[in-house]
């Protein structure tokens, strides 16, 4: 049975996007979800946020190039049902490449396919640029739900009409039809700012069936365990931010069906 497959995005940097991909996937991986986290940022923070170095060769790139398989070059990372597709630098010239390619929307479904269709996953979260370059909209093209990471603040609310139409864009031209928003995340909540709460309720508000309840809050600890390749719940299991993961995991796997 195919694995589902999430894309985490958002145009704006800074919101918490690969915190959450990394997280998230661990968090799942946790539940007994068998988790694949692909890497599609070329800053390759996803990939180093698990303890792994940037390697030359080593991501979806050389597949895009049609020099390898998908899933050659997934790696396992130590921890239980939690598998990495890792990126490298080299994957930025993937922004030019896939553009001038004749399946430039399709070509990153094309190559995962067999993975996303093995029995190997249930679960693939897709960890995009901070951009809705090339690599995102492919992205986007080979998934069946978009997440959007929402940073706590007005104007990350300005930018979530926009990704959010993105999806309608998709559907117009007939580039994926299976492609729906899954949820929005808030993140970086901050319990002391009447700001934090007033967007959180707002998106209460207008989007009452997509916002997931629980929200991730803004820790310090969250942002310290990617530089020791560490997840939130191998740096500080007790951390509220692991806490929160482990919630919207839950509510996942409530919200998706993940477990039958």
């Avoid at 661990?26 to 007994?32: N, P």
């Avoid at 996303?116 to 951009?131: E, F, G, L, Q, T």
């Avoid at 600890?221 to 191998?234: D, K, N, V, Y």
Wanted: charged share 20%; proline share 4%.
């Amino acid at each position: 049975m195919a694995g589902t497959v999430f894309t985490i995005a958002n145009q704006k940097g800074g919101v918490g996007k690969t915190t959450t991909a990394v997280n998230l996937a661990a968090a799942l991986a946790q539940q007994k979800i068998p988790t694949l986290l692909v890497d599609l940022d070329p800053q390759a923070n996803a990939t180093s946020a698990l303890g792994f170095e940037k390697e030359e060769g080593r991501s979806i790139y050389p597949t895009l190039s049609g020099d390898a398989n998908a899933a050659d070059m997934i790696i396992e990372t130590g921890r239980a049902n939690l598998h990495l597709l890792p990126s490298e630098v080299d994957l930025a010239a993937a922004e030019i490449e896939i553009a001038q390619s004749e399946n430039y929307l399709s070509r990153l479904k094309e190559v995962l396919d067999p993975v996303i269709n093995s029995d190997d996953y249930k679960v693939i979260i897709i960890d995009c640029p901070p951009a809705l370059g090339m690599i995102s909209m492919n992205s986007l093209a080979a998934a069946n739900y978009l997440l959007v990471a929402l940073q706590c603040e007005y104007m990350a609310l300005e930018g979530l009409g926009q990704i959010l139409s993105v999806v309608d864009k998709l559907h117009e031209a007939g580039v994926n039809d299976n492609l729906q928003v899954g949820g929005i995340l808030m993140t970086m909540f901050d319990v002391r700012t009447r700001l934090s709460r007033e967007v959180v309720e707002e998106v209460k508000t207008n989007l009452p069936d997509l916002i997931f309840k629980t929200v991730i809050p803004r820790t310090v600890r969250l942002s310290e365990a990617p530089s020791f390749g560490q997840t939130i719940f191998e740096y500080d299991k007790m951390n509220p931010g692991a806490s929160a993961y482990k919630g919207i995991a839950k509510e996942m796997i409530k919200r998706f069906k993940l477990r039958k």
